[in-house]
């Protein structure tokens, strides 16, 4: 029970970006590895908010409050909302770079050959609370990499102002999206210490073990 009496802010899942009323743009993030963090939280006794895109997963735990949402901005003001409040944040959401600029009130119709979607960037939720962290606050941070993965996750720390960032790669067999399984090299400033090819629960649980 070593997270007792802390509060935690985590995000998990997708986000789903309005093209239209029937449309998105979105991720195959399945949310399995925030929810695993956040049930691992709350057994070793903390109190967390789970700030969730959409996602298939239920979580039950006296110690969760879950809250969802749908777009990148929505997470973006429900985290701002409680972030000031919490010991610790966990950014494990698949935020989407960029959202539609004018998505349609109705129905776009198939017309055209061809389509243009003008997207803009959205928020950087870990980057936008980063700029207000305090000393006690400790964020941790995930980086999702196909190429030039230790530079890309150690730059990622350094901007978004992160204590650690948990590197995934997508060159790794059975790890990442829609896995049960992940391998991760956790990442701060001093140390940089991969880890072996383990359940998602288990990675969570390695998590938990960096914040006591
Ligand atoms: N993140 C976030 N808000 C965003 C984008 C990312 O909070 N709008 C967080 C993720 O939850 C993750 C970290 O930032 O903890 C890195 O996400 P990632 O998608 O790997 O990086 P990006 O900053 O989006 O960079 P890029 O897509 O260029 O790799």
């Given at each position: 029970m070593s997270l007792q009496g802390k509060t935690l802010l985590i995000t998990a899942g997708p986000t789903y970006e309005k093209i239209d009323p029937v449309r998105f743009i979105g991720n195959f993030s399945t949310g399995k590895m925030g929810y695993a963090i956040a049930e691992a939280c709350a057994e070793s006794g903390a109190f967390v908010k789970l700030v969730s895109g959409p996602t298939n997963l239920n979580i039950s735990h006296?110690?969760?409050?879950?809250?969802?949402?749908?777009?990148?901005?929505?997470?973006?003001?429900?985290?701002?909302s409680i972030h000031a409040h919490c010991d610790i944040s966990i950014f494990c959401a698949a935020v989407a770079d960029y959202t539609p600029k004018h998505p349609s009130a109705t129905k776009t119709k198939r017309q055209?050959?061809?389509?243009?979607?003008?997207?803009?960037?959205?928020?950087?939720?870990?980057?936008?609370?980063?700029?207000?962290?305090?000393?006690?606050?400790v964020h941790v941070g995930f980086a999702l990499e196909t190429n030039d993965e230790l530079p890309n996750a150690q730059g990622k720390l350094e901007r978004k102002n992160l204590d650690y960032i948990i590197l995934?790669?997508?060159?790794?067999k059975n790890a990442g999206f829609g896995f049960d399984t992940?391998?991760?090299t956790i990442i701060s400033k001093k140390q940089v210490s991969p880890l072996p090819l383990m359940s998602k629960k288990e990675v969570a649980k390695e998590i938990v073990k960096l914040l006591f």
């Amino acid at each position: 029970m070593s997270l007792q009496g802390k509060t935690l802010l985590i995000t998990a899942g997708p986000t789903y970006e309005k093209i239209d009323p029937v449309r998105f743009i979105g991720n195959f993030s399945t949310g399995k590895m925030g929810y695993a963090i956040a049930e691992a939280c709350a057994e070793s006794g903390a109190f967390v908010k789970l700030v969730s895109g959409p996602t298939n997963l239920n979580i039950s735990h006296k110690n969760i409050e879950r809250i969802d949402v749908m777009s990148g901005e929505e997470m973006y003001q429900a985290c701002a909302s409680i972030h000031a409040h919490c010991d610790i944040s966990i950014f494990c959401a698949a935020v989407a770079d960029y959202t539609p600029k004018h998505p349609s009130a109705t129905k776009t119709k198939r017309q055209n050959d061809e389509l243009t979607i003008e997207l803009v960037k959205n928020k950087d939720i870990s980057a936008e609370l980063g700029k207000v962290k305090k000393a006690h606050q400790v964020h941790v941070g995930f980086a999702l990499e196909t190429n030039d993965e230790l530079p890309n996750a150690q730059g990622k720390l350094e901007r978004k102002n992160l204590d650690y960032i948990i590197l995934n790669s997508l060159q790794d067999k059975n790890a990442g999206f829609g896995f049960d399984t992940n391998k991760v090299t956790i990442i701060s400033k001093k140390q940089v210490s991969p880890l072996p090819l383990m359940s998602k629960k288990e990675v969570a649980k390695e998590i938990v073990k960096l914040l006591f």
